[in-house]
């Protein structure tokens, strides 16, 4: 399901953001976008944690409901 994928995507990007703010202080997504309080940073945060709640959908799904929706 493209939703799916574009969460995990997202999650991603968040979890390598906290891993470089977690080992090189260094936050990209602020970095990138200008701070950490500049409207777009707040975006991508906001979209990030959303996409880690739909995650957690995956973790309950059975494995041939994923199947059937590819």
């Excluded at 493209?2 to 891993?19: E, F, K």
């Excluded at 703010?21 to 979209?47: E, H, K, P, W």
């Excluded at 996409?51 to 957690?56: G, P, R, S």
Aim: overall charge negative; glycine content about 10%; aromatic content about 10%.
């Amino acid at each position: 399901m493209v939703i799916d994928r574009i969460a995990l995507v997202l999650a991603i990007i968040g979890g390598l953001n906290w891993g470089s703010i977690g080992l090189f202080r260094y936050d990209i997504v602020g970095n990138i976008f200008g701070g950490q309080s500049a409207i777009v940073s707040r975006v991508v945060y906001t979209l990030v944690a959303l996409a880690a709640l739909w995650c957690i959908s995956l973790l309950f799904r059975s494995r041939d409901e994923a199947d059937e929706e590819a």
